[in-house]
């Protein structure tokens, strides 16, 4: 089975600190997403990266950058994090961009002080 | 773009019994795949099931099924013989068949809709 583990389920920040949201997928997969989950709005896609050093944002990608060093890994980083940034986080990852389903991990739920 | 509608926000059922989940959805293209996610109280989204459009038999998976109407842009979920363990959120989910739509890159990427909050009742 795939997995998509992420660092922490719950995590408190502070307003304007620099937060990092880790995830480490185990199935060599190329393609790594990030989304927000709020209530009565889904899931929003962050960003994205379909391989290692890429990146492409997503829907809402402002106040976020990502990085992507090592292909199993996804980080998404909160430059100066702020109220508005509490929220459910998603990683999920994939084998290829269109065919395959997306997995995803357990989430963090990221509230900003 | 592609926009996804839930307009259930929450549902309700007794074990055994049938419920249906609506989704709609808004899109130019011809080609694309629809997905059914399920989320429950621990948090991980699981797939339930996937409909490709260029298919027209609508996809099942055990107890559920899906009845997808492409002219009308409808992809709604039905579960039979709902059980305790259906308690979830739902999400309904669009991703483009091409790698590119029109507005730039898509890479795959998911639409998701609102989310329908389904509760058994034993």
């Known amino acids: 089975d795939v997995k998509v583990t992420q660092s922490s389920r719950y995590l408190v920040k502070r307003t304007g600190e620099k937060v990092f949201l880790e995830c480490v997928q185990d199935m060599d997969h190329e393609n790594m997403f990030w989304y927000r989950q709020d209530p009565g709005l889904g899931l929003r896609l962050i960003y994205f990266s379909y391989d290692v050093k890429m990146k492409e944002k997503g829907d809402i990608p402002e106040g976020y950058s990502v990085s992507r060093e090592k292909k199993e890994r996804f980080s998404l980083i909160l430059e100066s994090a702020s109220t508005n940034q509490t929220s459910m986080y998603l990683c999920a990852s994939s084998w290829d961009r269109i065919n395959q389903p997306q997995h995803f991990g357990d989430g963090t739920r990221l509230s900003i002080l | 773009a592609q926009t996804v509608t839930q307009s259930q926000p929450e549902m309700s059922v007794q074990e055994a019994e049938t419920v249906t989940l609506s989704c709609t959805y808004d899109?130019?293209?011809?080609?694309?795949?629809l997905f059914w996610y399920k989320q429950p109280p621990s948090r991980q989204m699981i797939l339930v099931i996937r409909?490709?459009?260029?298919?027209?038999q609508n996809a099942t998976e055990n107890r559920f099924s899906v009845n997808f109407q492409k002219a009308a842009k409808s992809f709604s979920l039905k579960i039979s013989d709902s059980q305790l363990g259906d308690a979830a959120m739902y999400f309904c989910a669009y991703r483009s068949a091409f790698m590119a739509n029109a507005g730039g890159t898509s890479y795959g990427k998911l639409t998701f809709g609102q989310g329908t909050i389904l509760t058994v009742h034993p």
């Open positions: 409909q490709e459009a260029y298919k027209q």
């Open positions: 899109t130019s293209e011809s080609d694309y795949y």
